[in-house]
């Protein structure tokens, strides 16, 4: 039921047959389908299908899930765990943690859970690239837990084809220091940016997520391709 519609501006739309939402080509994996369920599908819209492969991987992903994961989980603390962490100039930070547990070896830990892709490092919690979100986890919760460790539970995108599973990993450390203070200077300078009204242009980002920013060609053009854009003035 809850993967049949979705609410968008305020209206209720299905997700299989609506002209208002978009599926990436990645979300259309044949290979999930039995070759009854191919003869079926024929004559059915890309829309149609695609929906139907992401419910496929979906009931896949939560059997890898309870097979892999759920018996390694001993204790669950909490979930959707609230946090605020404000810095010296009153800005506020708040997010929401997965879950807070104790692991089967006894350790307390945050573990972030993510669906790709592509394949997690090992030491995916010390870089740059990932362990930022995990660094800050364990920073709102460590005085609050006797947390021992961040991480990731990884479940992947991109399904097994001899005998349709997705695969897991469990990426679990303690994030350093430097880590942790450098996500921290990143939200100041990003929070100290927006006050001077300055949002410099993420190049590398332009095309993230399969689809071009809504803003590449106004960027590129110096300010003035508005197409896509509506521009308006101050608001009272």
């Known amino acids: 039921k809850e993967f049949k519609s979705v609410r968008v501006n305020g209206s209720f739309e299905n997700l299989a047959t609506s002209n208002n939402i978009r599926y990436s080509k990645a979300d259309l994996d044949l290979d999930v389908f039995t070759e009854k369920e191919l003869k079926d599908l024929e004559g059915k819209s890309d829309q149609f299908k695609s929906w ?37 100039a009153g800005d506020e930070i708040t997010g929401f943690a ?27 919690v010390m870089t740059e690239q990932y ?25 992947e995108k991109k399904i097994r084809k001899k005998e349709p599973r997705a695969r897991t990993d469990i990426i679990l450390g303690v994030p350093p220091e430097e880590l942790i203070q450098k996500t921290f200077d990143e939200f100041d300078d990003v929070l100290y940016n927006i006050k001077q009204g300055e949002f410099p242009c993420m190049t ?7 689809q071009s920013c809504c803003y590449k060609k106004y960027c590129q053009s ?4 508005l197409t896509g854009l509506v521009k308006i003035g101050k608001k009272d």
């Open 131 to 155: 362990g930022k979100q995990t660094a800050l986890y364990y920073e709102a919760f460590k005085d609050k837990y006797p947390i021992d460790a961040t991480g990731f539970i990884v479940l």
């Open 52 to 88: 139907m492969s992401l419910q496929r991987k979906c009931e896949l992903l939560i059997a890898a899930y309870h097979k892999d994961i759920l018996p390694k989980i001993k204790k669950v603390i909490a979930t959707q765990q609230y946090f605020s962490i404000k810095n010296e």
């Open 204 to 210: 590398p980002k332009c095309d993230a997520y399969g």
């Open 222 to 225: 110096g300010s003035k391709d």
């Open 98 to 124: 997965d879950l807070i547990c104790e692991w089967e070896d006894g350790r307390l830990i945050i573990p972030d859970h993510k669906t790709t892709s592509i394949t997690y490092p090992s030491d995916a």
